[in-house]
């Protein structure tokens, strides 16, 4: 067990920044997602889907995606000091 990571307070770090405010694209709620990862060294790379539905009339839907290898997570980390 000491080698498991716990993904409960980062759920309800996501959890609370979904619920802090509107967000006017899927981009900004992800790049605010994307920076509470950086603050677990644990996490080595990301591969982060949001999904709207309907998009136009009741139908479709609109997503963006979003891979961060160990590279870009790392720089990311870095930037961030």
């Given at each position: 067990m000491a080698h498991v990571f716990d993904y409960d307070p980062l759920i309800h770090q996501i959890d609370a920044l979904s619920r802090a405010c509107h967000y006017?694209?899927?981009?900004?709620?992800?790049?605010?997602i994307i920076h509470a990862c950086v603050a677990y060294p644990t996490i080595k790379a990301l591969d982060i889907c949001l999904r709207k539905r309907p998009v136009l009339a009741g139908s479709?839907?609109?997503?963006?995606?979003?891979?961060l290898d160990a590279k870009a997570l790392n720089s990311l980390r870095h930037a961030a000091i």
């Open positions: 006017e694209t899927q981009e900004r709620l992800m790049t605010r479709g839907q609109l997503g963006v995606r979003l891979v």
